[in-house]
């Protein structure tokens, strides 16, 4: 309660400005805890061990085994590779052509609201700064109709509570650009996966009717 009670205190002395920080860290850790579970359990899978497993059924020239293999996850890998391996009759440009375009719908899933993140750690940091700014100017008129022999002890304490809105937007932006940096790492990681495989699958495919043929 000390901790909860000496916060909230820090808060109100930083005036309005701390109070638009604070929202927009609670904006950011919303989008990040959405990002994270989206990237984490939905989008993500175990690339080569599902891409193994893939090759299995290839192999076994059991290309519908193959499918269900990927309609039973939700993960984007598989929705891509699902897609290629329906046309695993057709031509290589059908091939790589279904799996561009759904690789396509993919990625914008994958990266959406990411960018949220950044601008919400610039928007931390410049208000941070104009509540600092707008405290010493407050604590400023203070001091020209203050007391002469108070003035020093009026501008210190007023500098001091200015600060704190730098002190918060500070560490908004820090914590905001620590979560961003993680999260664009899964997102990249899906990414990257995304494209290593199909090639892979595409090759693996083409060999197959090569040797069927």
Same mark, same amino acid.
């Given at each position: 309660m000390t901790f909860v009670q000496d916060f909230m205190r820090f808060i109100t002395e930083g005036?309005?400005?701390? +109070?638009?920080? =604070?929202?927009?860290?609670?904006?950011?850790?919303?989008?990040?805890?959405?990002? +994270?579970?989206? =990237?984490s359990y939905t989008y993500d899978v175990d690339g080569p061990s599902f891409m193994n497993e893939l090759q299995r059924y290839i192999l076994s020239n059991d290309i519908q085994g193959a499918i269900r293999v990927c309609s039973g996850s939700n993960a984007a890998l598989p929705k891509v590779l699902k897609s290629g391996l329906k046309r695993?009759?057709?031509?290589?440009?059908q091939v790589q052509n279904a799996i561009d375009?759904?690789?396509?719908?993919?990625i914008p899933k994958i990266e959406m609201r990411l960018s949220y993140l950044q601008l919400a750690a610039n928007l931390s940091t410049l208000f941070g700064l104009l509540g600092t700014i707008q405290g010493l100017i407050a604590s400023f008129s203070a001091v020209s109709a203050a007391d002469p022999t108070q003035k020093a002890e009026i501008l210190a304490k007023g500098i001091a509570v200015a600060m704190n809105t730098t002190a918060f937007g500070l560490f908004s932006a820090i914590t905001i650009m620590m979560i961003h940096a993680f999260l664009m790492a899964k997102s990249e990681k899906i990414v990257n996966e995304i494209d290593e495989f199909s090639v892979k699958l595409q090759d693996l495919l083409g060999t197959k009717k090569a040797i069927d043929d």
């Open positions: 005036g309005v400005f701390m +109070f638009i920080i =604070l929202a927009v860290w609670a904006f950011a850790v919303a989008v990040a805890l959405e990002r +994270f579970k989206k =990237l695993a009759n057709q031509t290589p440009e375009a759904t690789a396509l719908e993919m």
